[in-house]
C-alpha cells in the first residue's frame, strides 16, 4: 500500500474543512485529496513561504486533520 500524500497548507479565508472551523493564517496538514481543490480555488495555499510565515513569524501550530479521518465514510 502506498501512503497519503499529506501537505500543509496556510488557511485564507475563513472555512470549514473535515467538520472543523478555521481560520485565516491557521495551518492545516491533511490529506492531498482532501486539501488540493481548497488550495485550487484559493481557500488554502500551500507556499513554503507562506506556511513558514504562519509558523515562524506567527507561531501558529499545525492541525493535522489526517489523525481525525479514522473511522469516517
Same mark, same amino acid.
Given at each position: 500500500m502506498a501512503a497519503k500524500k499529506l501537505i500543509t497548507a496556510r488557511v485564507l479565508v475563513a472555512c470549514v474543512i473535515a467538520d472543523? +472551523?478555521? *481560520?485565516?493564517?491557521?495551518? %492545516?496538514k491533511?490529506?492531498? !485529496?482532501?486539501?488540493?481543490p481548497l488550495i485550487e480555488v484559493g481557500e488554502l495555499s500551500s507556499d513554503?513561504?507562506?506556511v513558514d510565515y504562519? +509558523?515562524? *513569524?506567527?507561531?501558529?501550530? %499545525?492541525?493535522?486533520?489526517? !489523525?481525525?479521518?479514522?473511522?469516517?465514510e
Amino acid at each position: 500500500m502506498a501512503a497519503k500524500k499529506l501537505i500543509t497548507a496556510r488557511v485564507l479565508v475563513a472555512c470549514v474543512i473535515a467538520d472543523q +472551523s478555521f *481560520e485565516p493564517n491557521a495551518l %492545516v496538514k491533511g490529506d492531498a !485529496e482532501l486539501l488540493e481543490p481548497l488550495i485550487e480555488v484559493g481557500e488554502l495555499s500551500s507556499d513554503k513561504a507562506a506556511v513558514d510565515y504562519c +509558523s515562524k *513569524e506567527l507561531e501558529v501550530e %499545525v492541525v493535522d486533520l489526517s !489523525e481525525n479521518t479514522d473511522g469516517k465514510e
